[in-house]
């Protein structure tokens, strides 16, 4: 009754229902072969490149002073493969140094590294196989919220 003159007559009337059911015939399955249960290639879902460097290999620190958020590239790029990088946040706006900051976190939380604040403007991001050794004193010090308007 898939005809829609034939449903419109049947509702307002017109017509009587079909109330006979026609299933519709299915075709035998075919027969399908056994698959042979094999490993598959697996991607691995991160790069060890950085993690497997020793840190005497490591031979330079990007310093970076971006003026704008779209600055971001490069440190992704140097921090991706290895290298720590200084970000110097004194020529931006407050607006963009934060959401620099806040990219600049979650990259070095991706990586598995780390990022630290050296100054109020100024902060490393130091990849997992960089080990970061400074002044105790500087790391029990209260930490300077005035770059953040607080």
């Not at 399955?29 to 460097?53: C, E, I």
């Not at 990007?62 to 704008?68: A, D």
């Amino acid at each position: 009754m898939s005809n829609p003159l034939k449903k419109t007559m049947v509702y307002l009337g017109l017509a009587d229902e079909d109330t006979s059911y026609d299933a519709p015939a299915y075709a035998a399955a075919p027969q399908v072969a056994p698959v042979s249960a094999g490993r598959a290639q697996v991607t691995p879902l991160r790069r060890n490149t950085a993690k497997n460097q020793a840190a005497s290999d490591m031979n330079e620190i990007v310093t970076v002073h971006p003026k704008q958020y779209s600055d971001a590239k490069v440190i992704a790029e140097n921090f991706r493969e290895g290298v720590p990088v200084i970000m110097n946040l004194s020529q931006m706006t407050e607006t963009d140094a934060r959401r620099l900051i806040d990219f600049a976190s979650g990259l070095s939380q991706g990586l598995f590294g780390k990022i630290e604040r050296v100054t109020s403007k100024v902060f490393l991001l130091s990849p997992a196989h960089v080990a970061v050794s400074g002044d105790a004193a500087a790391e029990t010090a209260e930490v300077d919220t005035t770059f953040f308007g607080e």
